[in-house]
């Protein structure tokens, strides 16, 4: 983004940070800390924080995405670069509990003697060229711990070794999973179709999907592990797979990639120089459903030019004009026994207030209408960020002013924090407006009520 190139990109999203929200995760950490110590890491963190502030993003211990406000410099304070289990680390952590008793037994004579179990391998499978050199130094007879050992070093040598990961790419792929070169031509919806017909005539009877999911085994897994394998499947077999130009690029620069691509599904755009992530998000937003819009910044910069409205005086009105259209009907809902229309759901190309992407127009039996402003995600989110909430409330103040609004600040924070007691609410001739939060959800909905000879 502190290329020349991107120097339009770039002041349109300083300029419009009360707008639009850029946040960082623990994915940019992973590619900003590689520069730890290089003169470029500092500038590089306080373009981060220019641009993100502190809309951080990042997962817990049990999967689950979730917004923290925290500014990137901390984290950089706290960040500890992650580290690979390797064959040595077996050794010593039966050295560090071999002591603790169990019933009468040491806890280290258990693990010994489970660990020590053979696990003889087939012949025809032991003599596969792609194990052997996998697994270079598993013996023909090996113990549980000799299983461990192989991959624990395998996967070492592939998070850290360039060599190493392109050259188990390599293997595989002359072991027949290989797309071609016409993988590069597909449709990026189509992709992951594509790929179950690939699998299909090597004799796989499973979707991509299924594909993906048998590597897991029964074991129950987080959405973030499920689209990263699914990343890293699609690299492997060469679907736009990256290059690794770089000395210290490996399977970690992969991994982190498909995290960019993972968190920017909990996002309504997802802006990237990198042609084949670009393709790579694309196919997988496809294949799970999630309405992301992938772009390159040249195309950021018209999307974002589109998207902002001035909130002026004559901002709702509009708004209306532009997004209550018949072409943007979603839904229509009849009343029984009655051609009368009860309701129709509008679908917004473009946010309401910077949050609002449908609206719901009920025909009131007493001459009156009411419009109910939702948000509806289509991506990975189920969640808005503090500023998202606080930003949209203020604005609506600009829009109808504070008078009659008792401790506004109070309410304010509340309806932030997702509390579903409080209100805020405008009053004026024949026209009604309360914002408060769902019941369920504890997002903020917004509803304008007015008779039918009001224009709203």
């Not at 736009?240 to 620069?253: E, F, G, I």
């Amino acid at each position: 983004m502190k290329k020349e190139e991107y120097t339009t990109l770039r002041e349109l999203l300083l300029s419009n940070k009360d707008r639009l929200f850029f946040v960082y995760s623990s994915a940019h950490f992973e590619d900003l800390m590689r520069s730890k110590g290089d003169p470029r890491f500092e500038s590089d963190l306080r373009m981060l924080t220019d641009l993100a502030g502190d809309h951080f993003l990042d997962i817990d211990n049990n999967g689950i995405t979730h917004p923290y406000r925290v500014l990137p410099e901390q984290i950089s304070k706290d960040y500890s670069e992650p580290q690979y289990f390797n064959h040595q680390d077996i050794d010593s952590l039966i050295e560090s509990v071999k002591e603790i008793p169990i019933v009468g037994i040491r806890i280290g004579d258990l693990i010994t003697d489970a660990l020590n179990v053979a696990c003889p391998i087939p012949s025809d499978i032991y003599s596969n060229e792609l194990l052997k050199k996998t697994f270079p130094n598993l013996p023909v007879s090996p113990t549980i711990k000799d299983l461990i050992e192989s991959f624990c070093q395998f996967m070492h040598d592939m998070m850290s070794n360039k060599g190493s990961y392109k050259g188990f790419r390599t293997e595989i792929r002359n072991n027949g999973f290989d797309l071609g070169p016409s993988a590069g031509n597909w449709n990026d919806n189509d992709a992951t179709e594509q790929i179950s017909l690939f699998l299909k005539s090597k004799g796989i009877e499973m979707t991509f999907n299924d594909y993906v999911m048998k590597s897991f085994g029964n074991r129950k897994i987080s959405q973030n592990e499920l689209f990263i394998s699914a990343y890293c499947i699609l690299d492997m077999i060469g679907f736009h797979s990256d290059k690794l130009p770089k000395d210290s690029n490996t399977m970690n620069s992969v991994t982190t990639d498909a995290k960019h691509a993972y968190f920017g599904g909990h996002c309504d755009w997802f802006i990237t120089a990198d042609k084949r992530l670009y393709h790579k998000a694309r196919a997988l937003y496809s294949n799970f459903g999630v309405l992301t819009n992938v772009m390159y910044p040249d195309e950021a910069i018209t999307a974002i030019q589109n998207e902002i409205l001035p909130y002026e005086h004559n901002y709702i009105n509009t708004f209306f004009q532009d997004e209550l259209i018949p072409d943007h009907i979603v839904d229509r809902h009849y009343k029984e026994d009655d051609a009368d229309c009860d309701y129709v759901v509008y679908e917004f190309s473009k946010y309401f207030l910077g949050i609002f992407s449908h609206c719901t127009h009920y025909y009131n039996s007493d001459d009156s209408s009411t419009l109910q402003f939702k948000l509806v995600f289509g991506n990975y989110s189920r969640f808005l960020f503090y500023d998202e909430t606080s930003i949209m409330l203020d604005t609506l103040t600009q829009i109808f002013g504070l008078q009659g609004i008792a401790d506004y600040d109070k309410t304010r924070e509340k309806i932030i924090k997702g509390d579903t007691d409080v209100t805020i609410s405008w009053s004026f001739d024949k026209v009604f407006v309360c914002i408060k939060n769902d019941e369920d959800r504890h997002r903020p909905e917004l509803f304008i009520l007015f008779k039918h000879d009001v224009n709203a």
